[in-house]
T-cell receptor, first 112, second 107 residues
Framework: DTGVSQDPRHKITKRGQNVTFRCDPI?????LYWYRQTLGQGPEFLTY????????KSRLLSDRFSAERPKGSFSTLEIQRTEQGDSAMYLC??????????FGPGTRLTVL | QKEVEQNSGPLSVPEGAIASLNCTYS??????FFWYRQYSGKSPELIMS????GDKEDGRFTAQLNKASQYVSLLIRDSQPSDSATYLC???????FGKGTKLSVKP
């Protein structure tokens, strides 16, 4: 148990629909990260929160993507007008210590 | 552009052998390096991190870092079939990952 849960674990949607994923750290952690991973690739950084502040966003995060962490605890990642290229595993991670980063189980998105 | 390069493999070793996984990186300013193991369909699991030149051992795993050569490696001693997975190298900040090396340990 890495101390991070994600919901849902799997999501199948049709192209053009909006989807929202949730990440819940079990205990309070200042830093929370979102990554995307496609088959055969390593995870790609999307965005990072320090408490409720979104401090960094990758250029991978197009205007269709938005992330929030309203109370500095759980976080949501929304994808609007999904495209087939959005099909991937979306991973949330936390930093309990400077040289540690643990991932949640991920949400696998399939866009038909 | 910060890059992390790994041989995608597959790397095949017999059970009980030493598996050697390698990673090079482009950013000389990188300070911390991480090795993750990822089983098919699962999320990455942290094996260990290293930030000082030299070796760091944890059980059957040894991470080696050479900042002058921009090279980090992971040795797995007494490899077991359960070690068969993809091994990902990553560097801080906001972890930049390589594509991973697929390891297969044959009984």
């Amino acid at each position: 148990d890495t101390g991070v849960s994600q919901d849902p674990r799997h999501k199948i949607t049709k192209r053009g629909q909006n989807v929202t994923f949730r990440c819940d750290p079990i205990s309070e952690h200042n830093r929370l990260y979102w990554y995307r991973q496609t088959l055969g690739q390593g995870p790609e950084f999307l965005t990072y929160f320090q408490n409720e502040a979104q401090l960094e966003k990758s250029r991978l995060l197009s205007d269709r993507f938005s992330a929030e962490r309203p109370k500095g605890s759980f976080s949501t990642l929304e994808i609007q007008r999904t495209e087939q290229g959005d099909s991937a595993m979306y991973l949330c991670a936390i930093d309990p210590a400077p040289n540690e980063q643990f991932f949640g189980p991920g949400t696998r998105l399939t866009v038909l | 552009q910060k890059e992390v390069e790994q041989n995608s493999g597959p790397l095949s070793v017999p059970e009980g052998a030493i598996a050697s996984l390698n990673c090079t990186y482009s950013d000389r300013g990188s300070q911390s390096f991480f090795w993750y193991r990822q089983y098919s369909g699962k999320s990455p699991e942290l094996i260990m991190s290293i930030y000082s030149n030299g070796d760091k051992e944890d059980g059957r795993f040894t991470a080696q870092l050479n900042k002058a050569s921009q090279y980090v490696s992971l040795l797995i001693r007494d490899s077991q079939p359960s070690d068969s997975a993809t091994y990902l190298c990553a560097l801080r900040p906001a972890l930049i990952f390589g594509k991973g090396t697929k390891l297969s340990v044959k009984p």
